[in-house]
């Protein structure tokens, strides 16, 4: 184990090291001194992200106030003071390093946690739950794949953290019903969570690595909310069928009958009316993105203003939104501007020769460091670090065009970080499931291993596909 103080030491003293290293030790041709900074802010980010000596979010701060120090116009004196060397490279404008903390990522986001704080409000999640479960009747292996599937619905739109604590609230009672030693309390408690993971992959809003990807698909490679669930919904439902096969087939249910009560009704007065208008006229603005015009990220906002002017969003609701997932992701995309906007992701690709490599290697490599780096770390860190590195290569290796160049890499990496979910510590789903003492590390680590792996080869083959027949890249 790690001690305490080194969790601190380690990831201080290595940055200042490559701060103090000459330009020649580094094995990059025309590394400039502006680059060799970033490379001190990366590898600070990667090692707090990894000790975790300061909370993830708190490193995402501290990730944009070093750039706006050492690499903006605007920053200490002491890091301008070299600008007369060729090897100084340009500084970035400050306000675009400030600017990621409104990014329309951010926005994205935010419009989701405003839908999904109205809808837990007035009680719509719970309401759709029960209306939903009630067609799966009371076998047990029926009604898990009723509780994976509502779980799965809610985590594209909801946090998966939210939807995970919901809906293993709601089967509290119903895990107690199972023996002691009945592989059914494992089954039911380990199915919504793994639900929630892969059910975050149908939508753009419906996990941080998404939304992070969405920053690089622009352009030519530009993917709307509705183009990402168009593959990203058939991905989930095919991994959820399996997962809902594993688990039933290695936790198989000794109790024959089961039988869920979920209280409540819709609730009928006006604020909750606006709730479901409003619920169901974003996500259709979303879909049907191509017809009005507007992008994803506009239509997030309208949720924002509509229950704000009619109070169904309050200050004292403003308190509890995520504000450290924002937090995180502007972090990852402060790191990104750095990489691209000084050149040092394409410098750092271009310095190793991938085509040399055959682009299954590159494109099967990059997705499994991912899933191996998602298991252990925060999903939304892991894409931080890795996505800006992977568009420029994806955007650099000729060989990768046939199978989707850019694209395929990016939404291959972007899926495997949120298939890491092998331990308790993967995912907070995993861990709020591994707290209710029904469910072992090594019992989830079984199924999160095998869906992990499945996950990551289907999703390779279902985007390649995709691109065979035209629908992306």
């Given at each position: 184990?790690?001690?305490?103080?080194?969790?601190?030491?380690?990831?201080?003293?290595?940055?200042?090291?490559?701060?103090?290293?000459?330009?020649?030790?580094?094995?990059?041709?025309?590394?400039?001194?502006?680059?060799?900074?970033?490379?001190?802010?990366?590898?600070?980010?990667?090692?707090?992200?990894?000790?975790?000596?300061?909370?993830?979010?708190?490193?995402?701060?501290?990730?944009?106030?070093?750039?706006?120090?050492m690499?903006?116009?605007?920053?200490?004196?002491v890091?301008?003071?070299?600008?007369?060397?060729?090897?100084?490279?340009?500084?970035?404008?400050?306000?675009?390093?400030?600017?990621?903390?409104?990014?329309?990522?951010?926005?994205?986001f935010?419009?989701?946690?405003?839908?999904?704080?109205?809808?837990?409000?007035?009680?719509?999640?719970?309401?759709?739950?029960?209306?939903?479960?009630?067609?799966?009747?009371?076998?047990?292996?029926?009604?898990?794949?009723?509780?994976?599937?509502?779980?799965?619905?809610?985590?594209?739109?909801?946090?998966?953290?939210?939807?995970t604590?919901?809906?293993?609230?709601?089967?509290?009672?119903?895990?107690?019903?199972?023996?002691?030693?009945?592989?059914?309390?494992?089954?039911?408690?380990?199915?919504?969570?793994?639900?929630?993971?892969?059910?975050?992959?149908?939508?753009?809003?419906?996990?941080?690595?998404?939304?992070?990807?969405?920053?690089?698909?622009?352009?030519?490679?530009?993917?709307?909310?509705?183009?990402w669930?168009?593959?990203?919904?058939?991905?989930?439902?095919?991994?959820?069928?399996?997962?809902?096969?594993?688990i039933?087939?290695?936790?198989?249910?000794?109790?024959?009958?089961?039988?869920?009560?979920?209280?409540?009704?819709?609730?009928?007065t006006?604020?909750?009316?606006?709730?479901?208008?409003?619920?169901?006229?974003?996500?259709?603005?979303?879909?049907?993105?191509?017809?009005?015009?507007?992008?994803?990220?506009?239509?997030?906002?309208?949720?924002?203003?509509?229950?704000?002017?009619?109070?169904?969003?309050?200050k004292?609701?403003?308190?509890?939104?995520?504000?450290?997932?924002?937090?995180?992701?502007?972090?990852?995309?402060?790191?990104?501007?750095?990489?691209?906007?000084?050149?040092?992701?394409?410098?750092?690709?271009?310095?190793?020769?991938f085509?040399?490599?055959?682009p299954?290697?590159?494109?099967?490599?990059?997705?499994?460091?991912?899933?191996?780096?998602?298991?252990?770390?925060s999903?939304?860190?892991?894409?931080?670090?890795?996505?800006?590195?992977?568009?420029?290569?994806?955007?650099?290796m000729?060989s990768?065009?046939?199978?989707?160049?850019?694209?395929?890499?990016?939404?291959?990496?972007?899926?495997?970080?949120?298939?890491?979910?092998?331990?308790?510590?993967?995912?907070?789903?995993?861990?709020?499931?591994?707290?209710?003492?029904?469910?072992?590390?090594?019992?989830?680590?079984?199924?999160?291993?095998?869906?992990?792996?499945?996950?990551?080869?289907?999703?390779?083959?279902?985007?390649?596909?995709?691109?065979?027949?035209?629908?992306?890249?």
């Amino acid at each position: 184990m790690i001690r305490p103080y080194l969790k601190f030491i380690i990831p201080i003293a290595i940055p200042l090291l490559i701060l103090w290293l000459p330009l020649s030790a580094f094995p990059f041709d025309g590394l400039t001194i502006i680059q060799q900074r970033v490379i001190a802010i990366f590898l600070l980010a990667a090692l707090l992200w990894v000790f975790e000596p300061i909370p993830i979010y708190a490193t995402s701060v501290v990730i944009i106030v070093l750039e706006l120090l050492m690499l903006s116009d605007k920053g200490l004196w002491v890091f301008k003071t070299q600008q007369h060397l060729p090897e100084f490279g340009g500084l970035l404008r400050h306000s675009e390093i400030m600017a990621t903390f409104a990014s329309p990522i951010i926005m994205l986001f935010l419009g989701g946690f405003f839908l999904a704080m109205a809808a837990t409000k007035y009680r719509l999640d719970v309401n759709l739950a029960r209306v939903l479960l009630k067609p799966f009747g009371k076998d047990p292996k029926f009604v898990m794949l009723g509780l994976m599937l509502i779980t799965g619905i809610f985590s594209m739109f909801m946090s998966n953290t939210a939807t995970t604590a919901m809906m293993l609230s709601i089967l509290t009672p119903v895990i107690a019903v199972f023996g002691p030693k009945d592989p059914g309390r494992v089954a039911f408690a380990l199915c919504i969570p793994v639900a929630a993971n892969i059910g975050g992959i149908g939508t753009p809003i419906g996990t941080p690595p998404n939304a992070i990807a969405l920053k690089y698909l622009v352009g030519d490679n530009l993917i709307t909310f509705g183009e990402w669930m168009a593959f990203g919904v058939p991905f989930v439902i095919i991994l959820m069928a399996l997962a809902w096969v594993l688990i039933g087939s290695l936790y198989r249910a000794e109790q024959k009958s089961i039988e869920l009560t979920i209280k409540g009704k819709f609730l009928k007065t006006p604020k909750a009316i606006i709730v479901y208008i409003t619920f169901a006229a974003t996500i259709l603005l979303w879909l049907l993105g191509s017809m009005h015009g507007m992008d994803s990220y506009t239509v997030a906002l309208i949720p924002v203003a509509v229950f704000s002017v009619t109070g169904i969003i309050n200050k004292e609701d403003l308190k509890k939104i995520s504000w450290d997932v924002l937090w995180l992701v502007s972090g990852g995309i402060a790191l990104g501007l750095a990489l691209d906007k000084t050149g040092l992701a394409h410098l750092m690709v271009h310095s190793i020769p991938f085509d040399q490599y055959s682009p299954y290697i590159v494109l099967f490599g990059a997705a499994f460091l991912c899933l191996l780096m998602a298991n252990f770390m925060s999903h939304t860190a892991t894409a931080n670090l890795l996505m800006p590195i992977m568009a420029a290569l994806g955007a650099s290796m000729i060989s990768l065009a046939p199978l989707g160049g850019e694209v395929t890499l990016i939404l291959v990496v972007t899926f495997a970080a949120s298939l890491g979910m092998s331990l308790p510590i993967s995912t907070p789903p995993n861990a709020l499931a591994h707290a209710t003492g029904n469910v072992e590390s090594s019992q989830m680590a079984r199924v999160g291993v095998i869906l992990g792996i499945v996950g990551v080869l289907m999703s390779f083959v279902m985007i390649w596909l995709l691109h065979v027949v035209g629908h992306i890249g």
